[in-house]
């Protein structure tokens, strides 16, 4: 038997990156790199053009805008989307950029945001009816409504309808707090089958930007160093 050591990937900006060491990305890459697992993106889209996430080929796209399937429906317009895939499951090992934190994991790019990165509640609908229906394992929702009153006073009952379907469906639905430094987690992050995510610094602190509140369930690195 041959055997290799499990240590930092060839990736140029992986030393720079601080959040996956915050995270023990490393520790984790030693049981598994997301292989199985297939992660819906409801965002902008995703980008096809750049080498460090030509490792992927996706599962499902979608445009909940225009109702369309298919990879050219999915196509990034705005950069976000294709900012949250890379953090997902950037190309990792492969020389090129930086790493991703699942790098085995599948993306289901589902477009639910337009170039101006704003959507509704339909597109939102349709997009987590889509992940649910062609099988996703979790759906991600790096965008929200600021709140000023804590959930339910402030929800969109339309999308925490399908969180609880997604839950009964045995997918798990991440979204991000917010980015208005508000006391109240955004919706629907803060809806009960959800789990809210916050930003913290290179010092472990809050970011200032996070929205924070009795819904918040969870901390991670957020792009700020300071």
């Not at 990305?25 to 965002?43: I, S």
């Not at 460090?52 to 298919?70: K, R």
């Not at 969180?163 to 991000?176: H, K, M, W, Y």
């Amino acid at each position: 038997y041959r055997y290799e050591a499990h240590g930092s990937p060839d990736d140029p900006l992986f030393d720079a990156q601080w959040n996956l060491a915050r995270i023990n990305t490393t520790a984790a890459w030693d049981r598994g790199y997301g292989t199985g697992v297939t992660v819906a993106v409801l965002d902008s889209g995703v980008g096809i053009s750049g080498e460090d996430l030509a490792c992927h080929e996706y599962a499902d796209p979608y445009n909940a805008i225009t109702d369309e399937a298919g990879l050219a429906a999915a196509i990034d317009d705005n950069g976000h989307g294709t900012h949250v895939t890379g953090t997902v499951a950037q190309c990792t090992n492969n020389g090129i950029g930086a790493a991703g934190v699942a790098p085995g994991a599948t993306i289901m790019p589902v477009k639910v945001m337009d170039e101006d990165a704003e959507a509704t509640t339909e597109t939102i609908r349709l997009g987590m009816i889509w992940a649910i229906d062609h099988d996703a394992d979790v759906i991600n929702l790096s965008l929200g409504m600021d709140c000023l009153d804590p959930w339910p006073t402030c929800s969109d009952p339309v999308i925490d309808f399908l969180a609880d379907r997604a839950l009964e469906a045995g997918i798990v639905v991440v979204a991000s707090t917010g980015n208005d430094g508000s006391p109240y987690v955004s919706s629907p992050a803060n809806h009960p089958s959800i789990i809210a995510v916050g930003g913290t610094t290179i010092s472990d602190s809050r970011a200032e930007y996070s929205a924070y509140g009795a819904a918040l369930d969870v901390m991670a690195p957020g792009g700020s160093r300071f």
